[in-house]
């Protein structure tokens, strides 16, 4: 019996009912730790809640509860198909229109998406991360691609965040995924994915070396998060 067994955890696929718990979860535990989130001041809000309800009715996304049924922890994924052309075109206009969308933020006096839209095109354009070019990469029709991972601070169990990236790979395997894609924040999860799960590191940005067109640093909290990078 595995370590998980005998402390009454058990791994499943998030079902839409169960969407508000895992937002809570991520609310307490992802934002308040993740070093972009907590350095820009990321909020939980209508609009994150709305995308983790879209990962979640993609059936990839992987829960742990404890012997009570409470959520311990998550693993958010998509699963990407080459062949659609309607993701492809809204990331597209997404990308596109995030500078714009910065400056709006600007006008209308809102330094938080104003900062939002400066940090991830900047991150995106750093980490060259786009998950499109990949599939030529891996000649592949469908990818695994990681939104977040998460774990409840007081569910100390050892090993729960690397068991549920193995749980989401399972999970991405069955539903005909051959690669998974992730850009990793903190070295905690770093760990997981570089160490315990030996994913490749693609591209690393140093978090002190991220500076704006003046020189500043863009992330002012990072605490003992020191790079974030991409890998697969």
Not at 118 to 129: G, P, Q, R
Request: proline share 2%; glycine share 8%.
């Amino acid at each position: 019996m595995s370590v998980f067994a005998e402390a009454g955890i058990q791994f499943s696929i998030i079902t839409p009912d169960r969407t508000a718990e895992v937002c809570t979860l991520v609310g307490q535990h992802f934002f308040t730790d993740d070093p972009i989130f907590r350095s820009i001041g990321i909020e939980q809000s209508t609009y994150l809640d709305s995308c983790f309800s879209d990962a979640i009715k993609g059936g990839s996304c992987v829960m742990a509860t404890d012997s009570y049924g409470k959520i311990i922890g998550v693993r958010l994924t998509e699963i990407i198909d080459r062949g659609s052309w309607f993701r492809w075109l809204y990331d597209f206009a997404f990308a596109s229109f995030i500078p714009s969308l910065g400056r709006i933020a600007w006008l209308l006096g809102k330094p938080v998406l104003q900062k939002t839209c400066e940090v991830f095109y900047a991150l995106a354009t750093e980490l060259n991360y786009d998950v499109w070019p990949m599939f030529d990469e891996f000649c592949c029709q469908k990818i695994l691609y990681d939104v977040l991972v998460t774990t409840a601070k007081d569910a100390r169990v050892k090993g729960l965040g690397t068991e549920l990236v193995k749980q989401g790979e399972s999970v991405g395997r069955e539903k005909g995924c051959d690669y998974s894609v992730n850009m990793v924040t903190g070295m905690y999860s770093g760990k997981v994915f570089r160490e315990k799960c030996n994913y490749t590191v693609r591209q690393e940005l140093f978090y002190d070396q991220f500076l704006d067109k003046d020189g500043n640093l863009y992330l002012n909290d990072t605490r003992e998060h020191l790079s974030i990078f991409t890998c697969h």
